[in-house]
């Protein structure tokens, strides 16, 4: 079992940056970032394992980074460039390395996933 809280969230004009941060109860190999507006299925947004391989969905990539501090089990990202299409719940995600062999396991096998509660991230045109 592995605990996840999330923080960073909040309210921004479009075009601005905001950083979200996940602390875990515990070492993880895949740790990452999905996010869901109601109504529609949660996606992946960023992922990333141990060994710094990351995966990002295409509709973020170049605009948000995803990063880690292996010493803490802290897991960031930095989304730049917002726009309100990136309004949603975003939710931090980890696997152990049992169940995630790779990144892109987060996003493929995300019924293996362990979830935070979630923290909201509103960007106004």
């Known amino acids: 079992q592995v605990q996840l809280v999330e923080s960073g969230g909040g309210s921004v004009q479009a075009g601005g940056s905001l950083r979200l941060s996940c602390g875990a109860s515990t070492y993880t190999y895949c740790m990452g970032w999905f996010r869901q507006v109601p109504g529609k299925e949660r996606e992946g947004v960023a992922a990333?394992?141990?060994?710094?391989?990351?995966s990002y969905a295409d509709s973020v990539k170049g605009r948000f980074t995803i990063s880690q501090d292996n010493a803490k089990n802290i897991l960031y990202l930095q989304m730049n460039s917002l726009k309100p299409e990136d309004t949603a719940m975003y939710y931090c995600a980890a696997q152990f390395r049992a169940s995630c062999s790779s990144a892109g396991g987060l996003f493929s096998f995300s019924r293996n996933n362990y979830w935070g509660q979630g923290t909201q991230v509103t960007v106004s045109s």
């Open positions: 990333i394992d141990r060994d710094d391989r990351t």
